[in-house]
């Protein structure tokens, strides 16, 4: 004999279970479905008119509705149509029973009202298990599924904010060690260059360049730092920080940059900032690889005071059709642009791609409380 745990079935945990409501104006019946589906070890839930199972609904989540159509007050399509009107209970299974509304005019009545399935009387007990099986059973895994979403979700909020640390603690050592190294490096050589143009015109020549090296180095050294992690986006904010960029950017792609964004908008939260920062500069990024353009349009703005609107626009030659869809832009542009949806997602934004032949048009839009703005 197998002890308790070392196989057959397990008992499922009261976590995994899903929520079964019956709804009958007879208690005799409610206690015929209890005893038919209690093989299902789920909870069950009992109802004794529409109302009561209206106020069930919202107390409960719950997976499987199983009402007689039939009853006083408010009968099962009137329920039916009344549940499907809640957003929150439009995915809910429906399963009418009747002993009298047998026609195909009363079952289609009953699907047109939202039903998932029609039984008549008298019951089959094996034919009911069954259908609230699969029932109870999609419920629990469109729950779980919805759980692992919410767990990735979490996660890739996590891994975003990490590597936005990482890129902030690089750029200062680059800018701290790495530039101050170069700046010491420069000074050195200028004083070996005004010795060096007493004794040898040779070395001095090769000192002079040394210069411009080290010059070149400290620039690099300046850009990526501000690539990684621009310091105006600390020390005054987003707006400074963005045309920052995009004037470095005009300037090393030839692409010209036009930006405009709303003076009044003020500081916002940390995490808004930085979000915002690295939509553009994916979108400009996708603007020199991708689109051809000799243009691009930086545009933000805020203007019923409830969204704040960022607008990124050129002039290429657009995304193919086939490249529209999520999977194919992800596959096709990198990981950019599932990275500032997830951005906009978790401030409870969105972001929407409007592509032709004559240019593409990144829209990001997120509501203005999400952006908490500082000191507003």
Request: glycine letters at 6%; aromatic letters at 4%; one cysteine or more.
């Amino acid at each position: 004999m197998l002890a308790p745990g070392e196989g057959g079935e397990t008992e499922m945990n009261d976590q995994d279970k899903v929520n079964i409501l019956m709804v009958d104006d007879q208690p005799a019946k409610l206690l015929s479905y209890e005893v038919i589906l209690k093989e299902l070890n789920e909870n069950l839930i009992k109802a004794h008119s529409g109302r009561e199972a209206l106020d069930q609904l919202l107390k409960n989540d719950i997976a499987v509705v199983l009402m007689d159509v039939s009853m006083p007050e408010l009968d099962g399509f009137e329920l039916a149509e009344m549940i499907r009107e809640h957003p929150r209970f439009q995915r809910t299974a429906i399963i009418f029973i009747s002993a009298v509304h047998l026609t195909e005019v009363d079952q289609l009545k009953a699907y047109q009202r939202g039903a998932v399935d029609y039984i008549s009387v008298p019951i089959i007990p094996e034919l009911l298990r069954a259908k609230v099986s699969v029932f109870a059973d999609l419920h629990r895994k469109t729950r779980q599924l919805e759980q692992l979403n919410l767990e990735l979700r979490t996660l890739s909020a996590r891994l975003m904010s990490t590597q936005d640390e990482e890129r902030r603690r690089i750029a200062r050592d680059l800018h701290d060690g790495a530039g101050q190294v170069v700046v010491a490096f420069a000074m050195n050589n200028e004083i070996a260059l005004a010795e060096a143009e007493k004794l040898s015109p040779g070395a001095a020549e090769a000192l002079r360049q040394n210069t411009e090296v080290a010059r070149q180095f400290t620039n690099e050294i300046r850009t990526i730092s501000h690539l990684l992690h621009p310091p105006l986006l600390d020390e005054i904010g987003l707006l400074p920080a963005i045309k920052l960029f995009a004037d470095g950017f005009a300037e090393r792609s030839k692409i010209e940059v036009s930006v405009e964004l709303a003076p009044d908008l003020g500081r916002l939260a940390p995490n808004v900032e930085i979000s915002i920062f690295r939509i553009v500069q994916e979108c400009l990024s996708n603007v020199y690889r991708h689109s051809e353009s000799k243009t691009a349009a930086i545009k933000m703005w805020s203007a019923d005071e409830k969204t704040l609107t960022l607008e990124v626009r050129d002039q290429g030659k657009g995304m193919p059709a086939e490249h529209r869809f999520a999977q194919e832009l992800r596959a096709n542009y990198g990981v950019g642009l599932s990275g500032m949806r997830e951005r906009l997602r978790e401030l409870g934004g969105t972001l929407e791609i409007r592509s032709t032949g004559a240019g593409t048009v990144v829209i990001a839009a997120l509501p203005v409380n999400s952006a908490a703005i500082v000191g507003a």
